[in-house]
């Protein structure tokens, strides 16, 4: 049975194929480790930042000075999500729908949706993921951006946020939601005339390549962040600025993670929180935290829900992908496959199963995701 699978890989690259060209944004635009290594649900997936020996004057002479050891950081990325789609016919039904090629096209649909239903799901933890690691906000809550005609100051705005914190600026990715690219589309005509932006990328295909150093992705996992309940809560003790964990006495309510806050001595800076409260005690900001000494007693506030599109580096933000573990030696499947798909990056495993006058295939996939480096990281709300 070692080739049960066989004939019907054409079809799953034809449905593969049909998933790939869909709009996903986040998926392509971080960092990805996958390898042919399995790993469980929970198991940490250990991943390397290599980092250059600090700035040395250049002294010539016989040899080159003793220098240049480091120690390699790493992140630990865990595989929290393991799903299959399953697909399964019997024999019944592969006879009810004919000889006439209508059984592999009704197959193809399947499995696209199979991956289509993975891929959304990854999406929807990597916008998530993004949205509580971000380091600071621009824009105003409930407000689509780029909503102006001939305003593009949401661009410079989030790369501002970008660029304070050191981001490199060789790989910025912009992630939007529908109501963003909407407006970019619709009203900013200096993206699609031809004479002005260069291209006709965004008149015919309804996207362009870059914008002010940021490539321009589309994300339907980009979704409305509802604000903690938090009320009338104050900071205990002086936060120096580079500080990320404030303390809050007072208040009631919720402060959630991913929830853009402000504090009275510093109102022009919203800032993101990585970890929240249900009552009084301690918060923590996203690095690189506070931007300014708030002092004691000073009063925070919740931004309105925002909607989360998000600017950042591609190494900023991680995605680790295997196939799901099998028990040494093997399951019960009587053949498995794995295809890889060449614009998300993200390769499926497929098995199946032969059972008693039925077929069941499964599409599978284990994935985790980090923010890693917050400070690479800046959300533009509306």
């Known amino acids: 049975m070692a080739n049960t699978l066989t004939g019907i890989i054409p079809t799953l690259y034809e449905a593969m194929n ?24 929970n198991q940490a997936v250990r991943v390397p930042l290599g980092v250059a020996g600090a700035l040395e004057d250049i002294t010539p ?4 000075a003793d220098s240049g050891d480091t120690t390699v950081g790493y992140v630990d990325v865990t595989i929290t999500k393991s799903k299959a789609a399953p697909v399964r016919w019997n024999g019944e039904e ?72 050191g981001a490199p600026k060789s790989d910025l990715q912009l992630a939007l939601g529908s ?21 006709n990328d965004m008149l015919r295909n309804g996207m362009t390549d870059r914008v002010q150093g940021f490539a321009l992705r589309n994300s339907a996992g980009i979704t409305l962040h509802t604000k903690g309940t938090g009320a009338s809560y104050v900071t205990s003790g002086s936060t120096a600025a580079g500080v990320t964990d404030i303390a809050l006495v007072t208040g009631t309510g919720t402060v959630l993670a991913g929830d853009v806050v402000t504090f009275a001595a510093d109102s022009a800076n919203k ?19 506070a931007l300014v000494t708030i002092p004691t007693g000073n009063a925070l506030t919740i931004g309105n829900s925002y909607t989360p599109n998000v600017g950042f580096a591609r190494s900023a933000i991680i995605l680790a992908a295997r196939a799901p573990a099998v028990p040494t030696g093997g399951d019960s499947a009587d053949d498995a496959t794995t295809i890889t798909d060449p614009i998300t990056g993200l390769t499926f495993e497929v098995r199946v199963y032969r059972q008693y006058r039925q077929v069941k295939y499964e599409v599978c996939l284990a994935w985790g995701c980090k923010a890693i480096k917050p400070e690479h990281i800046a959300l533009l709300i509306g």
Not at 26 to 41: C, G, L, Q, T
Not at 134 to 155: E, I, M, N
Not at 272 to 289: C, E, H, Y
């Open 94 to 165: 592969e006879r009810g729908v004919g000889a006439t090629g209508t059984y592999n096209r009704v197959l193809a649909d399947q499995f696209a949706d199979a991956m289509r239903k993975l891929v959304n799901a990854v999406e929807v933890d990597l916008a998530a993921c993004a949205k509580v690691g971000a380091s600071r906000a621009y824009g105003t809550a409930g407000t689509a951006p780029f909503g102006t005609a001939g305003d593009l100051s949401d661009f410079a705005g989030v790369l501002k946020i970008l660029e304070d914190n």
């Open 271 to 289: 800032y993101v929180v990585g970890t929240g409260v249900a009552a009084p005690g301690t918060i923590s900001l996203n690095k690189p935290g």
């Open 179 to 199: 109501a963003a690219m909407m407006n970019l589309r619709g009203k900013q005509s200096v993206l699609f005339k031809v004479n002005e932006a260069g291209s």
């Open 18 to 41: 049909v998933v790939s060209r869909e709009m996903v944004g986040f998926i392509p635009a971080v960092r990805s480790d996958s390898n042919a290594e399995r790993a469980a649900v």
């Open 61 to 64: 002479g016989v040899n080159p």
